[in-house]
Structures are given as structure tokens and as C-alpha cells.
């Protein structure tokens, strides 16, 4: 087996003692890849500070040698007799192995040449050349959000409504402005900043680019009709408006998952053809929907596509206002009010999932119109910019949330929408106003044809029930309309006109109510009472307080309900891997942190408390992990920043409470961690659900603490398992390293919270006596009690340094790379038949913990029960060995 020889200059090599227990390839001779020049240097000359740059282990020039086991190596793969080299420093920058190449030495090419000359090109530099040569990093490229921002709820201007029931012309849709991004702020990197100003720069030139196509027009032929037979087979037999097709197969969905091709088949019209459909009593033929699927498996469509497609198929209906004969006046007689034109209602019990479901929608509603002919101007806009696409008809979808302008929400429902996703706070708040909006609002849902509860039983949960309550009733007959006699006790007070009040409920609404969990118990119960309901609502007095009321309020049009149920056995996805790391309460920072270095990636921490994240961001910022914090403690704004922070990087830390633990789609997240375990097997599987989303693989850490230990026998039982679940293994050479920082970083932290408040005090007294005209002697203080006293220069400076000198602690101790018990930072040599050095040329070494190999979390835990066995079999031959051995010494005593 080939053997590495270190990299390391100006070392010299001296014999390695023979304490390491790995046993080695001891054959007579063996090769080693040394840098090019370093194997042939023998002078000792330490290189100059200056002008070091630092090279990717692979642009070294190694070359293979055959080295003479005399020279070199003894059986423990020990480095002999190698003598000093020069020109490149293996020094340990921010935890991490660099190759630091001096410029005269020419050792190897600048990095950025190297790559692209070839590995082990080595040119000599010019020591007076001024050009500046650029580091060489190894660290995880930044990608670019594969996501479009949340645009702050901003709706995309399409193309002006007099136009929607035109078929497609050649003309362009008038200019508007690009939707804003609210990416996070990037980087102080001067990499970032130059990246941000190109950004800057593209968009500018793609608004520019925008106006110019809008003055120009373009001479296209009508659209054809998308072949979906041919184009998207898989989707053909369900039946959407055609143009949809179209945006499905723009966005990459080949076919559709089971929930949607199960809900899709009770839109199409050969349903009215089955017996069921036909039993049912109202004059439509499609069906109301209870909808149950595991995360990820794309709910959102399984009920946005019935909606596109009506509103697609039905002729445009104009803005309630402009079409309103005396503008806002609703004093007309109900039957001479002009039609309404918002088609659905979607309920979201948490405002960022309802901004993701308005932009899941609005993706899908531009994608169904076809894109303008490339142009250097049109290609310049990003895809969803309506200013790329074919006049046509464009739904539009708002979102109604708290945490946003009211007037701005105002607005756009002035303009007229299709479709709004509200949470139904900030809705009952835009309806209880009781204004003339507030009336056009109400007319408006009393027309829906959709009502959409998403995620059900989270709704219950939230605390809206008042809200919930009055706006379901908004969307329930009356007496006169349900042949069953059913009490309508909607508020009259509630909207200013009662004409308004009483305008009818759309008869034909249909109700779609989707979960990825809903206990076994409710369903049954559901079916059950479907004989029941079919004319005879139960009566529910008080709130809403369980899905179950919920179901009850809820007017059905639909007698029998069809429910889809597509719950995986256990609740979880089957992507999903499980585990598990059972530790002491205060030991969960330590493997927290070690799963964040050890796995670099996309993760989500769910705590419990606002107060748990507020004390681990700091902590986990010291140690300089990439985190971003999410909770409701945030303004709206904030949460929206964070989210797209998260999106955008690749290995984001995302610590959230269960704010985040519902519907939230976020593309690629790899782990989830449950620092605490949530209270309810539900609100498990929706946190675990975050990862391992639409068919990929995920995995999903638990954190136990001795007394979580029933929480989590509960959870399992619920979801019909035993305690089974694999534990993650961990190396306990490195969570000592990681303690140590974290215990030094738990330091800075309190210190700086010591110097912040000291500094708000004394600011607080100084302020006070300035007011009450008192001097305050800056030396002299207070000492008594704990009342706020004023501290001493020399106290505040002592603070200060203290802080100082902890965080330089700090920052040096991480700046120390993480080593595997059992290899050296000084001879990069071989390790348990790993070669160190294959590792870093090779890119394989893990970025920041030296001696281990890269490998995912999934792969680790694959490999665990095998890596168990080995070790219970070396454990059980040695220990046969020692009882042979002493036996043999015990004879011979004898
Ligand atoms: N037919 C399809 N083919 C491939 N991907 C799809 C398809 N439909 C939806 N997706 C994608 O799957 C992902 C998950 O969809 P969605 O958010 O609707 O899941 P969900 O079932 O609502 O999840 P949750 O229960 O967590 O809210 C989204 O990124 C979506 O774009």
C-alpha cells in the first residue's frame, strides 16, 4: 500500500515514536507523494513572512517517490531521516489545514492558473512581480438560491385585466416593476460586495431591458394549445385547463404525485359519470376533499391545480369595483350587484406558509403562459418576470398577512384577485372593519367556489378560533339555500351594510381541507357522520377548538366527503432516516455543535422556546457557524430576511421554533436537528418533515435528554414504533475539542453581556443625573444592593480587556484545527491505513476536522452497526488474547 509522506516544510522529520497502535504496510520499500521541490530540497532556510500565499493541496506538484523502507519508514508507517524542506508551510488557519507556498519559491502555480494548467505545473515567480496573487480556498462554493425570494408579498403585475380574455397577441405586457428581493445582506467579503454590485447591475439592465421589449412589439402567432398528450403523458388523463400543462411541465413535474393525481381525478368532469358522484345533491359534479399525505408530497398543488384550472377556464370576470355601477355602493339590490371575481380562499395558520403557497401559485399562474421569443432584452429577466412572457390570461393570487402593510394589502385587493392565501388573523381584521372594503371583501368571499384549509389541525392549534370561526360562517348557506333547515348564525354586525349580509353563500362551493396528519379517530368519525352530514351539520356551540368542530363548521357542500388518505404508516416519510444522540440537557450544545461541523449542510435546529434560541444564536455565532434564527418574536420582515438567508446558503443553520415546523418548503435542507422534542408525535413529524422533501433523502437528529426519555417513548408509540432508533456515531476526541470551544465561547459571551449591561447602566444613571442636575463622579459609585450603580473607569476598561482577551482566546483556539485522536499536526502521515495526505490532494479530507474523511450523515449511520460490530469483535479478540496471556503467565508461575 502506498504510504504519504508529510507535506510539511521546514519540519524536520524526525523518527516517530512507535506509540501508534495502527498497524502498517511494512514492505521494503514505499512510495510517497511529496511536493516536487520539497523532495529534493535539502536546505533549511525558513521562508520570508511576506508574500505567502496560500495553494490547494492538489496544485503542489506531488510526485509519487519509492522510498527505501531504510530511509524512511519503520513498520508504523513512521517518517524517518526526511530531511527539512523549504518553500511551504502547512500552518492551521481557521481550524482548517493550509498549504502556505512562498512566491520566490515557486514551489507550485498561483492557484487560480494552476487549476487551469494542471495539477503539479510548478513555474517560478518573479519575487518583483506586484500582481496580487489570489488565495486558493477549499470552502464550499456559495450557490445561489435555487428559489425565488419571498417578495415581501408583493404581487407580480401582470399583464392589465381588459386583456385577459383576449386570446394570446403579439403585443408585450406593459412594463412593471421587477418584484423585490429580499436577499439577506450578503457577506462583508470584498468577493460579495463585487457580487452584489453585478447583481445590482444585471437587474438594472434587466429593467432596462424590460421597458425596451414593452415598447417594442413583437409579432408572434396565436399560442397553440400545449400537447400534453405527448409533451406530459403522465399528467394527460387528469383534467386541467390546458395552459396549465404547460406551466407543469415548465416546472420540471413529469407527473404528478399520488395526492394530486387522486384529488385531480374528482375535478374532472368523468366523474359525474360514476354512480358516488351522482348521489350527490348539488348541481355540480366535483367533490369536497379531506386530504391527508405525508410532507413534501405536494399538497399545495393537489389543491392549487383544481383552482388554476377553473379560474383558467373561466371567462375573466372585471374588478368588482370598476364594474360596480356606483363604484364602492353596495345600497343596490343584491340580484343587480355585478359577479365577483375572487374564485378561492386558502386558510394558512402561519404567515410564512402562506406566503409560500401565493408563491407556489403565482409561479405556477405565469408558467402558463407560454414565454416571448429569446432576445438578448427578454433574457436578460428572470423567468417568472410576467415582462418575459405572452399576453394572456394571468391569475392573481394575494396574500393577507399579518406582519404587512395593511393599505399595500388594500391595494391589491382594490385591483381584483383570484385567489387569496391569508392567515385568518389579518383577514378577520381586514373583514371586521366594517368599511366599504371591508363589505367588497365579504361579497367577495361569499362568492369563492374554493375554500382551502391547509394544514388543518395546525389551524386549531394557533389560537384564531374566533376568526376561523366567522370567516368559515361567511362562506356557509342559509336556511333558504340548504334544503336541510341549516341555521345560519353568522353576526349581522359584523359588516356595515346588511344587504351585504345577506347575500347567499355560492352554493356550489367546494371544500378542500388538507393535512399531512389527522388522527385515525377524526377520520373515522368523519366518515361516519358523512350520512349524517349530508343535510345535518352539527350544531357547534362556542369556538372552534378541534378539527373535529372545524369539520363541523364547516359548511360541506359535498354530502360524503371523499377522503384521501395517504398517510405513510408510521407518519413519516419514507426518505427519512431516523436518529438519535442520548446525552445530558447540557451536553446538547456540544453534540449540537459537533453534528453542525462534523455535517456541513442545509439544517434545520427546531427548539422549543424563543429563549433557547436566544441564547444559541450568540453562542453558535462565536463559534462562527453560519446561523440564522427564525421565531415569532420577529418582526414580519425579519422572518422573510431569514428565510431567504437560509435559502440562499448552502450550509445554513436555521434554529426555529414550531413556527417553522409547518408546510415550509425549502429546497435541499439535509438535516433536521430536535434539540428539544416537541410535545405532540404531529408536530414530529411536520418539524421532520421540513427535510427529505418531494422523493429526497433526509435525515432527521434527535437530541434526548435523560428526562425526554418518556416524551420520546410517547412520540414513537404514536406513530406505532419501539425506541429503535440508531445512534449517530460521534468520535470523543473531538467533542473534547468542541467543548473547550464552546465552553471558552459560552465565556465571551457572558462577558459581553456583562460589559453591555454595565454600559446601559451607566448610560441610564448618567442620563438620570444629567436630568436631576446631579453630578455623578465618574470614580465614585454606589456600591450598595443591587440597584444600578455607575462603574469606575477602571472597571469598565478591566471589562472591556477581559472581553477582549477572551474573544482573542477564542479566535485563536478556532483557528486550531480539529484533530482525530492519534494523528499528528505535525507530520501529516497515515492514519488507520488512511493516507493524510491522499486525503487533502485528493479532496477528500473533511474541511474542518483533520483525519476524517468527508462523508454525509447517512452514510456514517449506514456504516454504524457495521463499524459496531468491528469493534465488539476487536474488543472480544482482545480480550480472548488477555485471558490467553494471563493464563500462559499464570502457568508459568505456577
Ligand atoms: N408533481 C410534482 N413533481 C415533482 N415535484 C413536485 C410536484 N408537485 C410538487 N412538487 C414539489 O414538491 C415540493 C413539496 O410540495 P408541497 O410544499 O406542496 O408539499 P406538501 O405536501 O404541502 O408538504 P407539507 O406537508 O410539508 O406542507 C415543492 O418543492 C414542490 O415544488
Same mark, same amino acid.
Given at each position: 500500500m502506498p504510504l504519504n509522506a508529510h507535506a510539511a516544510a521546514r519540519l524536520r522529520a524526525k523518527?516517530?515514536?512507535?506509540?501508534?497502535t495502527a498497524a502498517q504496510d511494512s514492505s521494503s520499500t514505499a512510495s510517497a507523494e511529496i511536493p516536487r521541490k520539497l523532495a529534493t530540497s535539502s536546505t533549511t532556510s525558513q521562508p520570508k513572512a511576506k508574500r505567502l500565499r496560500t495553494a490547494a493541496p492538489k496544485d503542489l506538484g506531488w510526485k509519487s517517490i519509492t522510498l527505501p523502507a531504510e530511509l524512511g519508514f519503520d513498520d508504523d508507517g513512521g517518517l524517518l531521516e526526511l530531511d527539512e524542506v523549504e518553500g511551504v508551510d502547512v500552518v492551521y488557519e481557521d481550524g482548517r489545514i493550509a498549504f502556505k507556498v512562498r512566491d520566490d519559491e515557486?514551489?507550485?502555480?498561483?492557484s487560480s492558473n494552476s487549476t487551469k494548467k494542471g495539477k503539479g505545473k510548478a513555474t517560478e515567480r518573479d519575487d518583483d512581480d506586484e500582481e496580487e496573487w489570489q488565495p486558493v480556498t477549499d470552502g464550499p462554493v456559495e450557490e445561489e438560491g435555487d428559489e425565488p425570494a419571498?417578495?415581501?408579498?408583493?404581487?407580480?403585475?401582470?399583464?392589465p385585466e381588459e386583456d385577459? %380574455?383576449?386570446?394570446?397577441?403579439?403585443s408585450v405586457p406593459a412594463t412593471t416593476a421587477t418584484p423585490p428581493s429580499l436577499d439577506g445582506?450578503?457577506?462583508?467579503?470584498p468577493a460579495a460586495k463585487q457580487e452584489k454590485k453585478k447583481k445590482a447591475k444585471a437587474k438594472k439592465d434587466a429593467a432596462k431591458a424590460g421597458k425596451q421589449v414593452a415598447t417594442e412589439a413583437v409579432a408572434l402567432p396565436p399560442t397553440k394549445p400545449f400537447d400534453a398528450a405527448s409533451e406530459l403523458p403522465a399528467w394527460a388523463h387528469l383534467h386541467i385547463a390546458n395552459p396549465l400543462y404547460r406551466a407543469l411541465a415548465e416546472s420540471g413535474f413529469s407527473k404528478p404525485t399520488e395526492i394530486q393525481d387522486r384529488a385531480l381525478k374528482l375535478n374532472?368532469?368523468?366523474?359525474?359519470?360514476e354512480p358516488h358522484v351522482s348521489a350527490?345533491?348539488?348541481?355540480?359534479?366535483e367533490r369536497d376533499v379531506v386530504g391527508i399525505a405525508q410532507t413534501g408530497s405536494g399538497k399545495t398543488l393537489a389543491y392549487g391545480l383544481p383552482i388554476l384550472s377553473h379560474i383558467l377556464s373561466q371567462a375573466p370576470t372585471p374588478t368588482p369595483r370598476a364594474a360596480s355601477p356606483s363604484g364602492?355602493?353596495?345600497?343596490?339590490?343584491s340580484d343587480e350587484l355585478p359577479p365577483t371575481r375572487l374564485a378561492a380562499l386558502i386558510l394558512c395558520p402561519t404567515r410564512e406558509l402562506a406566503l409560500q403557497v401565493r408563491q407556489a401559485l403565482s409561479t405556477v399562474a405565469v408558467r402558463t403562459l407560454p414565454l416571448l421569443p429569446s432576445s438578448p432584452e427578454t433574457d436578460k429577466?428572470?423567468?417568472?418576470?410576467? +415582462?418575459?412572457r405572452q399576453k394572456g390570461r394571468l391569475v392573481q393570487v394575494v396574500a393577507l398577512t399579518g406582519g404587512m402593510s395593511v393599505d399595500k394589502q388594500k391595494r391589491q385587493l382594490e385591483k381584483g384577485v383570484d385567489i387569496i392565501v391569508a392567515t385568518p388573523g389579518r383577514l378577520w381584521d381586514l373583514i371586521g372593519e366594517a368599511s366599504t372594503h371591508s363589505d367588497l371583501l365579504v361579497r367577495e368571499i361569499k362568492g369563492i367556489k374554493f375554500l382551502v384549509i391547509d394544514e388543518a389541525d395546525r389551524m386549531i392549534e394557533n389560537g384564531h378560533f374566533a376568526e376561523l370561526d366567522n370567516i368559515v360562517r361567511l362562506t356557509r348557506r342559509t336556511p333558504e339555500q340548504a334544503?336541510?333547515?341549516?341555521?345560519?348564525?353568522?353576526?349581522?354586525?359584523?359588516?356595515? +351594510?346588511s344587504n351585504v349580509n345577506q347575500l347567499p353563500a355560492r352554493p356550489d362551493m367546494r371544500t378542500f381541507v388538507f393535512s399531512a396528519t389527522m388522527s385515525k379517530e377524526l377520520q373515522t368519525n368523519l366518515k361516519r357522520k358523512g350520512g349524517q352530514r349530508k343535510f345535518v351539520p352539527r350544531a357547534v356551540e362556542?369556538?372552534?377548538?378541534?378539527l373535529d368542530d372545524l369539520l363541523d363548521k364547516l359548511?360541506? +357542500?359535498?354530502?360524503d366527503p371523499e377522503i384521501i388518505d395517504l398517510s405513510p404508516e408510521h407518519g413519516l416519510v419514507e426518505t427519512l432516516k431516523e436518529c438519535k444522540v442520548e446525552c445530558l440537557q447540557n451536553e446538547k450544545d456540544i453534540h449540537l455543535y459537533h453534528f453542525l461541523v462534523r455535517y456541513p449542510a442545509r439544517t434545520i435546529v427546531f427548539l422549543a422556546s424563543i429563549d433557547g434560541i436566544r441564547r444559541l444564536h450568540p453562542l453558535l455565532e462565536l463559534l462562527k457557524v453560519n446561523v440564522i434564527p427564525l421565531h415569532s418574536g420577529m418582526q414580519q420582515r425579519q422572518r422573510l430576511k431569514a428565510l431567504d438567508k437560509f435559502k440562499s446558503s448552502t450550509d445554513g443553520v436555521l434554529l426555529a421554533?414550531?413556527?417553522?415546523?409547518?408546510?415550509l418548503d425549502i429546497p435541499a435542507v439535509s438535516h433536521v436537528v430536535h434539540y428539544q422534542l416537541p410535545r405532540s408525535a404531529d408536530t414530529y413529524v411536520h418539524r421532520s418533515g421540513r427535510?427529505?422533501?418531494?422523493g429526497t433523502a433526509g435525515l432527521a437528529l434527535q437530541l434526548v435528554a435523560p428526562e425526554e426519555k418518556k416524551v420520546q417513548r410517547m412520540i414513537m408509540a404514536s406513530l406505532? +414504533?419501539?425506541?429503535d432508533l440508531p445512534s449517530l456515531p460521534a468520535d470523543f476526541s473531538i467533542l473534547d475539542q468542541l467543548k473547550r470551544r464552546i465552553e471558552l465561547a459560552k465565556q465571551v459571551d457572558q462577558a459581553h453581556h456583562k460589559l453591555q449591561k454595565q454600559t446601559h447602566d451607566d448610560k441610564w444613571l448618567r442620563e438620570t443625573a444629567l436630568a436631576m442636575e446631579v453630578d455623578l463622579d %465618574?470614580?465614585?459609585? %454606589?456600591?450598595?444592593?443591587?440597584a444600578p450603580r455607575a462603574s469606575s473607569k477602571k472597571e469598565r476598561s478591566k471589562l472591556a480587556y477581559q472581553n477582549r482577551a477572551l474573544r482573542q482566546q477564542l479566535d485563536d483556539l478556532l483557528r486550531k484545527p480539529l484533530m482525530v485522536r492519534g494523528i499528528s499536526a505535525k507530520y501529516l502521515t497515515t492514519r488507520n491505513k488512511v493516507g493524510l495526505v491522499d486525503q487533502l490532494v485528493g479532496g477528500t479530507s473533511h474541511n474542518k476536522i483533520f483525519g476524517l474523511d468527508q462523508s454525509s450523515a447517512l452514510e456514517d449511520l449506514a456504516r454504524a452497526p457495521r463499524e459496531k460490530k468491528k469493534a465488539q469483535k476487536k474488543l472480544a479478540d482482545q480480550r480472548a488474547a488477555d485471558k490467553v496471556g494471563s493464563e500462559a503467565e499464570s502457568d508459568g508461575s505456577a
Open positions: 523518527k516517530r515514536s512507535r506509540s501508534s515557486g514551489v507550485a502555480q498561483p419571498f417578495d415581501d408579498n408583493e404581487v407580480l403585475e401582470f399583464p385577459a %380574455d383576449e386570446p394570446s397577441t403579439p445582506p450578503p457577506e462583508p467579503e374532472s368532469p368523468a366523474n359525474a359519470e350527490f345533491a348539488a348541481p355540480h359534479a364602492s355602493d353596495f345600497s343596490d339590490a429577466l428572470a423567468p417568472e418576470d410576467p +415582462r418575459r334544503a336541510n333547515g341549516y341555521v345560519d348564525d353568522f353576526d349581522a354586525s359584523i359588516t356595515s +351594510r362556542g369556538d372552534i377548538t378541534s359548511d360541506f +357542500r359535498d354530502p421554533t414550531d413556527v417553522a415546523a409547518r408546510g427535510t427529505a422533501r418531494a406505532g +414504533r419501539a425506541d %465618574d470614580d465614585t459609585y %454606589d456600591s450598595d444592593g443591587d
